[in-house]
């Protein structure tokens, strides 16, 4: 067994959430997305995003996520992991794994967050 891995595609970039420099970089592999967030050049909490297998064909799927390494007590930072994982699934359809690092995981700055992908990443 042979683990290969090769990039088929790279984005990243910068901008201003909350008031803080925040990087964003997206990897897409043949098996999933890697998504790093962060606002201190540290990967943060590790969460693994899958489609649900039980969804039906043709539906929204809905995911199952479980932190893999970092902060377990916080209980937003699987949902934003779904809702990431959604918004990527129109265009990428693989598991997510995201590595979020923001100083700040209030809803406001989660909304900027998802705006930013939306404009920067959903379009290409």
């Not at 489609?51 to 995911?63: I, K, M, Q, W, Y």
């Not at 990428?92 to 909304?111: C, I």
Request: charged content about 15%; aromatic content about 8%; hydrophobic content about 45%.
């Amino acid at each position: 067994y042979t683990l290969v891995m090769a990039a088929l595609q790279s984005h990243s970039f910068s901008c201003d959430v909350g008031g803080k420099a925040t990087d964003f970089i997206f990897n897409t592999y043949s098996d999933r997305i890697f998504v790093v967030i962060t606002q201190n050049r540290k990967l943060g909490t590790m969460i693994h995003a899958a489609p649900d297998a039980s969804t039906a064909p043709g539906c929204t799927p809905s995911f199952s996520c479980s932190i893999l390494l970092g902060r377990r007590d916080k209980p937003a930072l699987p949902i934003f992991a779904q809702e990431i994982a959604s918004l990527l699934q129109v265009t990428h359809a693989r598991p997510l794994l995201l590595a979020m690092n923001l100083t700040d995981d209030s809803p406001a700055v989660f909304k900027t967050v998802m705006t930013i992908i939306k404009q920067n990443v959903t379009a290409d």
